[in-house]
Nanobody
Framework: QVQLVESGGGLVQAGGSLRLSCAAS????????MGWFRQAPGKEREFVSA????????HYADSVKGRFTISKDNAKKTLSLQMNSLKPEDTAIYYC?????????????????WGRGTQVTVSS
């Protein structure tokens, strides 16, 4: 069983930065593809970013490209999301997700494990 615990959310002004972290348990973390998703009130969960098992391949939603950076540290069993130039529309609960098959896709159904999320609020 894998547990994912997100941290690092908070309240920030537009243009500011936050760094989210996701701590994972489980021996097979090194094999997992990982992703970040977010969900704003009244909206569906949407893809933010994902990375391959090694961290060597990444991709991003167009809305965050150039502002957010995903990274995976297999030694520390952590996934991070550096968020810069934040906008009010980035306000959401951010979720960490892991794929046992190593998928790193924008498809929610490809992920087997999810954290409980961390709230990010960007004020204008």
């Amino acid at each position: 069983q894998v547990q994912l615990v997100e941290s690092g959310g908070g309240l920030v002004q537009a243009g500011g930065s936050l760094r989210l972290s996701c701590a994972a348990s489980g021996r097979a973390f090194i094999n997992y593809g990982m992703g970040w998703f977010r969900q704003a009130p009244g909206k569906e969960r949407e893809f933010v970013s994902a990375t391959s098992w090694s961290g060597g391949s990444t991709h991003y939603a167009d809305s965050v490209k150039g502002r957010f950076t995903i990274s995976k540290d297999n030694a520390k069993k952590t996934l991070s999301l550096q968020m810069n130039s934040l906008k009010p529309e980035d306000t959401a609960i951010y979720y960490c997700a892991a794929s046992e098959q190593g998928a790193y896709t924008n498809y929610v159904g490809a992920y087997d494990y999810w954290g409980r999320g961390t709230q990010v609020t960007v004020s204008s």
